[in-house]
């Protein structure tokens, strides 16, 4: 059967009818998957910055355990009332819903708190600040997102009939497991696939952290260095060794050869040429590495709190290599948007008014109407708007009474948002980007602005900026997942009622979830929020841009190096350049072989260069068993993949618990094949 993403599917006249979408079941299955996923996102987060969605996730393991469920649990009584019953293809739907809201509000952990914390701007420890961590993240952003992302479904899903193709394979993928026996053996084939490659990555990880030197990190340069050759040294001193990371494999599985090569492409340019350089001509200092050998020199460390003459004058590589990257982002990003959009808002012509008018009118829809979702089955205008109305009223005392913040400046920060959404929804839609790290730096800098020129102290413009930024960018964020959420149901022909009720279930998850795994990560490994201690196993590259950003546009004088400043002009105008080239010159079955520069400028944020390694080496063999193997390929790509991820993620979540209880490698592992045999990268 042909399957149009732009339309609800075909009714399928073999499947039996489905009475039951929204289920206890489903809702909490979505929920623990989605757990599973925030769980793993913070762990990848605070190491790269990178984060992968539950959509696909909760499609294919829902399907697995709740077909396995409806089968074991008898229909009669509460139990099977609750658990039991047909499983079918809309109630797939509302278990990925649950999961997407559960396990999407990560970000803002691995990015703007923090970089509070680093700051000085909250208390020593974030247990101490549980209620003002839940507000952040449960009034600011999830809610208020929520909410304004239902009248958005008729003017972008309906009206636009924008592709959103992560959501729109997510409701293939769901499709293709419910039909009939060949769905359910492919639908086993998938979920062996995921669940035996997630076990051996979580248990790998877990061991891992046992021996380091020896299972996970491959020291090449310090090794050969103990043997003898000594210039080698410089290998490792700059960051570069191999770590088998089973998450980054599958990371650049899912990215593709452009964006992973893009990736470390930026790497060799950043810490293999301009890093070196630098280094060699004056410009930046490392620090020692090691106290059992002076020649261990590391140059990935960076700390924002020395006098800022210190960051001009004698900046570490990293420091340096920092502003190039996040204006290459930033600038590459508002072009590729801007660019891809262009385009869609010429054709749009005068619709989009009237286009947002419908989003307000309600009425049953008759055989004319693109939307033939019953009016029973749609969200009550009174549910958004009351919640709307409430979260935002929430959101102006959260930001008065814990955050200094009048509320005309809340107002403003949910303004932002409000238009920001309007930015990530389109762009999601169109190209499944979510400019969520954009959108944050256009908030910045507009709130940077507002703290001069109010003439706030430091401290005080620095919590505006980084508060006010949290603000809009989580509400855009949210309001483009769940939007996505409603694309899927669009085409399943599920009902959005149920839709909300599961997103709101999986947000109420979401807020405590992620609140407590990060008190969990911050108390295994403080280096997350204390960027004084060197040695640290979290990169947190989206911390260090976001704190950055914060200082740079709240202080008087801007403490950036000249030499850095002209590198990212020079280095940012010309990635705009080469977006605006392969827009308009350059046709679009060629656009893989040019760089992605967001790729390339997140080389120069992240100092771990492995990584790039990984993603390359993952996109390379996936490109290889595409081609040789396609029929492979489509089976069990996603499955392996997702495994990789979750399984490492979730290990590296079992590994902080360990070393909470103490119990951990740090204490009864070996450092074996770890330079100086102090720490392992």
């Known amino acids: 059967m042909t399957l ?27 929920c623990v998957l989605g757990a599973i996923v925030g769980a793993s996102n913070i762990y990848l987060g605070l190491k ?48 990925q819903t649950a999961a997407t809201a559960s ?50 479904r008729k003017y972008y899903i309906v009206h636009q009939k924008l592709t959103f193709p992560t959501p729109a394979a997510t409701a293939y993928t769901i499709r293709s497991l419910h039909s009939g026996k060949s769905g359910a053996i492919a639908a086993k084939k998938k979920s062996l696939a995921l669940l035996y490659t997630f076990a051996i990555c979580f248990v790998f990880k877990v ?43 599958g990371a650049g599985m899912l990215s593709g050869l452009n964006a992973s090569w893009s990736f470390f492409g930026g790497s060799v340019l950043a810490w293999g040429i301009i890093a070196p350089s630098l280094v060699k001509n004056g410009l930046a200092f490392g620090k020692p590495g090691s106290e059992n050998d002076p020649n261990i020199i590391t140059y990935q460390s960076m700390s924002f709190k020395v006098d800022p003459s210190e960051l001009i004058n004698t900046p570490s590589p990293r420091y ?35 286009g947002i008018k419908n989003m307000f009118h309600r009425s049953e829809p008759n055989e004319d109407d693109e939307d033939q979702t019953p009016l029973a089955d749609r969200v009550p205008t009174t549910w958004w708007t009351i919640g709307l109305l409430l979260s935002t009223i929430m959101c102006c005392a959260i930001l008065a009474t814990q955050f200094h913040m009048n ?20 762009s999601s839609g169109a190209t499944d980007v979510n400019p969520v790290s954009t959108v944050a730096k256009a908030s910045q800098l507009i709130f ?27 509400a855009a964020a949210q309001a483009s997942d769940m939007t996505g959420d409603l694309k899927t149901g669009y085409l399943l022909r599920a009902k959005p009622r149920n839709q909300f009720i599961a997103q709101f279930c999986g947000s109420i998850v979401a807020v405590f979830l992620t609140s407590g795994l990060f008190i969990l990560f911050t108390k295994a490994s403080p280096c997350i929020i204390d960027d004084t201690i060197e040695h640290c196993t979290y990169g947190a590259p989206s911390v260090a841009a976001w704190q950055a950003v914060a200082v740079a546009v709240s202080s008087p004088k801007l403490p950036v190096p000249p030499s850095s400043g002209y590198t990212a002009i020079g280095l940012g105008v010309f990635s ?10 350059v046709p679009k079955k060629y656009w893989h072989y040019i760089p992605n520069w967001n790729a390339v400028g997140l080389a120069f944020v992240v100092p771990q260069v492995f990584y790039s390694i990984a993603m390359a080496v993952g996109a390379t063999v996936n490109y290889f068993w595409l081609k040789r193997n396609p029929a492979g390929y489509d089976m069990y790509m996603f499955a392996i993949a997702a495994g990789l991820l979750a399984g490492e993620g979730l290990g590296g979540v079992f590994n902080a618990l360990l070393a909470v209880i103490g119990v951990d490698g740090g204490k009864h592992g070996t450092a074996i094949g770890c330079p100086g045999f102090d720490f392992c990268g």
Request: proline share 6%; aromatic share 16%; net charge neutral.
């Open 407 to 426: 509320v005309g400046e809340a107002l403003l920060a949910l303004l932002l948002g409000f238009l920001f959404s309007f930015i990530g929804v389109q």
């Open 576 to 585: 705009v350049i080469c977006v605006v080239i392969k827009h308009l010159w």
């Open 4 to 30: 149009n993403s732009t339309k609800p599917f075909p009714i399928d006249p073999y499947a039996p009818e489905e009475t039951h979408q929204l289920t206890v079941r489903a809702v909490f299955v979505g």
């Open 48 to 95: 790269t910055g990178f984060t992968f969605g539950p959509q696909l996730f909760g499609a294919l393991f829902g399907f697995a355990i709740l077909k396995a469920l409806s089968k074991a649990v008898p229909d009669s009584g509460l139990l099977g009332k609750m658990f039991g019953g047909e499983f079918g293809p809309k109630e797939n739907c509302t278990v």
């Open 103 to 152: 396990g999407g509000l990560g970000i803002i952990f691995v990015s703007a708190i923090p970089a509070m914390y680093r700051m000085g701007l909250l208390s020593d420890l974030p247990q101490k600040d549980v209620g003002k961590l839940i507000a952040m993240t449960g009034m600011h952003s999830r809610f208020f997102g929520l909410f304004f992302a239902l009248p958005l």
């Open 320 to 354: 340096w290599l920092l502003w190039p990257g996040v204006l290459i982002m930033l600038l590459y990003s508002f072009a590729d948007i801007f660019m891809s959009l262009l385009p869609l808002i010429i054709q749009m012509r005068g619709s989009l008014v009237s």
């Open 448 to 474: 940077g602005g507002i703290g001069k020129g109010t003439g706030m102290p430091l401290n005080d413009a620095y919590m505006f900026n980084l508060t006010a930024g949290v603000v809009s960018a989580g």
């Open 207 to 249: 061991v891992s952290g046992y021996a380091p030197g020896v299972i996970y990190d491959w020291h090449i340069g310090w090794t050969l260095y103990r043997i003898g050759f000594t210039s080698i040294l410089s290998l490792d001193n700059y960051g570069w060794w191999i770590e088998f990371t089973p998450a980054f494999y």
